[in-house]
Nanobody
Framework: QVQLVESGGGLVQPGGSLRLSCVAS????????MGWYRQAPGKQRELVAA???????NYADSVKGRFTISRDNAKNTVYLQMNSLKPEDTAVYYC???????????????WGQGTQVTVSS
């Protein structure tokens, strides 16, 4: 079994910063893409940022220049550094990862349980 566990969410004032972490554990042979999505009340889940095993990244236009995604392959961990936070960044943030558990299995898509980020004065 594989688990993704997020941490680092909370309440922050506009202009502040937060750092989210997500650790993958369990039967893991390798991890390809890792990423962060978010879902605000009444809205669809959207991609925030993704990072591939080689280090290439993708960002939503709304967070470019403010958020930075990174990963530590040795620790099966992905991070999201969020700076200059705005009220519209308020959402539940979900970690996801494409993981295979042996050398011949395909990649399966896993989600974390989500962590709340609230930006408010």
């Amino acid at each position: 079994q594989v688990q993704l566990v997020e941490s680092g969410g909370g309440l922050v004032q506009p202009g502040g910063s937060l750092r989210l972490s997500c650790v993958a554990s369990g039967s893991i042979f390798s991890i390809n893409a890792m990423g962060w999505y978010r879902q605000a009340p009444g809205k669809q889940r959207e991609l925030v940022a993704a990072i591939f095993r080689g280090g290439s990244t993708n960002y939503a236009d709304s967070v470019k220049g403010r958020f930075t995604i990174s990963r530590d392959n040795a620790k099966n961990t992905v991070y999201l550094q969020m700076n200059s936070l705005k009220p519209e960044d308020t959402a539940v943030y979900y970690c996801n990862a494409d993981i295979r558990y042996n050398p011949v299995s395909g990649y399966l898509h896993y989600w974390g349980q989500g962590t709340q980020v609230t930006v408010s004065s």
